[in-house]
């Protein structure tokens, strides 16, 4: 088969389209009020925001690892074109469309903050006073960045990259953005809720897991469906490693300053994800399986799946029960997705979706008011039911929406253009027919 790409004029007619946007829009920043930041503050959340963004690498790493060699650097790919796609969206509208004046509470307007009007000089956020506006929108940009990444395990090794980044920008506009304006923005119909999202168990974690169900149902499975021969246990190891590392920023970050709550979140997600890694290769040594490189590294990433929705609203002690269950939990789906005809490349749904699911409601049994006031009640644990009653509630409004809503970004994407590759593409390695690239 030949190499070459076909010619595509539409992909730069649209870049040349938001340059033009952009040289007249340059959003200029008013000579008016000037706001008063703590510096402290301000440091730990620019370093927070470099560690965000370094998941996205390491996502690419962990990942890279588990697929075959001759889908290493397409995969790889798929994670860090996200860094360069959702970045343009946001700029543009993308940011407008997640924290911008909210539309019935599920949507934000565009028009808000387009061509990021009003941000340079805008008044702070009203959940991160003590920094720049600009800064926290710079933050969550990070956690849009590697949202639509974390999907990519599902369909690896088999999915068209042109089809793939028109897919991940539809599903940043009609699933991420609505999830964290329903969760995060103070007129979201989650948040009116009561429904507590700490870092992203909701809002990250259960979208991308989710739609990685939805993607694997869809695109059906791959040739060598059972044959599954990592790469690079190596590449894993170093990916799960800068996971790690960035998470802190994730956690901690989300307390938006210098502060106990960002230590008591550091804190949980350290134990947390300790906890899920042992407990993931004990429960498989109470079955006679050999602890694994691979099952550590899984272990590890459900265990801060799992804490992120709930990391600063518990305490430490229980940060170490909510890793312990979500590694079991998660480890059962595996096997049962393992012996399914769902062809779930990297196990997307059952580490990310399932671990968001069980941190998403674990957060409604252990959270305390002590921890942070932004707890109004309690969790289930201390005797109170509304909190958790209102992540179930919260949990299945978001599976039904998500379900839907990727099924028909699904269709659409593939009407527009094929998301899978063809069998002969797929036999010779997406590396090379994609990309003409190869290790």
């Known amino acids: 088969m030949s190499l070459s790409g076909k010619k595509s004029f539409l992909p730069i007619l649209l870049m040349f389209f938001i340059v033009v946007l952009a040289f007249f829009n340059p959003s200029l920043p008013s000579d008016g009020t000037e706001y008063e930041y703590n510096g402290a503050d301000v440091a730990w959340m620019l370093a927070s925001t470099a560690l965000v963004l370094i998941m996205t690498p390491g996502l690419a790493y962990f990942y890279g690892g588990m697929v075959k060699k001759k ?11 996200c ?28 028009t808000t903050y387009f061509m990021f009007n009003g941000v340079l000089d805008g008044q702070p956020w009203g959940g991160a006073p003590t920094i720049p506006f600009t800064l926290f929108a710079m933050y969550q940009l990070k956690f849009a960045i590697i949202t639509p990444a974390l999907i990519t395990g599902a369909f690896a090794e088999r999915i068209k990259f042109t089809s793939y980044v028109l897919f991940i920008g539809l599903f940043f506009v009609f699933i991420y953005a609505p999830l964290a304006h329903a969760t995060w923005h103070p007129d ?12 992203g168990g909701t809002v990250v974690h259960m979208s991308a897991g989710l739609t990685a169900l939805a993607s694997a149902i869809y695109l059906k499975q791959g040739k060598d469906f059972k044959e599954h021969t990592p790469a690079r246990i190596t590449y894993v190891l170093l990916g799960t490693g800068m996971l790690w590392f960035g998470w802190f920023g994730f956690n901690a970050g989300s ?13 949980t997600t350290s134990t947390a994800s300790g906890a899920a890694a042992l407990t993931y290769i004990f429960f498989d040594a109470a079955r006679g399986v050999k602890p694994s490189a691979m099952g550590v590294c899984i ?9 992120t929705p709930a990391a ?4 430490v002690p229980h940060s170490l029960v909510i890793g312990a269950v979500a590694a079991i939990v998660s480890r059962l789906v595996i096997d049962w997705r393992t012996k399914s005809k769902l ?37 289930l644990f201390f005797g109170e039911t509304s909190l958790f009653v209102a992540h179930v509630i919260g949990l299945i409004g978001a599976t039904v929406f998500t379900l839907v809503m990727a099924f028909i970004l699904l269709k659409l994407t593939d009407t527009v253009t094929p998301l899978r590759v063809t069998d002969e593409e797929e036999e010779i390695g997406l590396d090379l027919s994609q990309h003409g690239e190869k290790l």
């Open 71 to 81: 889908n290493v650097i397409s995969t790889m790919l798929q994670s860090f074109i």
């Open 83 to 110: 860094m360069a796609v959702v970045a343009v969206i946001w700029v543009v509208f993308g940011f407008s469309l997640v924290f911008g004046s909210s539309v019935g509470g599920i949507i934000g307007d565009p």
């Open 188 to 199: 979201g119909i989650l948040f009116k809720m009561g429904v507590l999202d700490f870092a």
């Open 255 to 267: 307390a938006f300053g210098a502060s106990q709550l960002a230590a008591t979140a550091l804190a």
């Open 299 to 307: 272990g590890v990433v459900v265990g801060l799946v799992a804490i």
């Open 312 to 315: 600063g609203f518990v305490t």
């Open 343 to 379: 062809d779930d490349t990297l196990d997307v749904f059952p580490s990310h979706g399932v671990g968001g699911m069980v941190g998403m409601l674990l957060t409604g049994v252990f959270a305390h008011q002590s921890i942070n006031s932004a707890v109004e009640s309690n969790g």
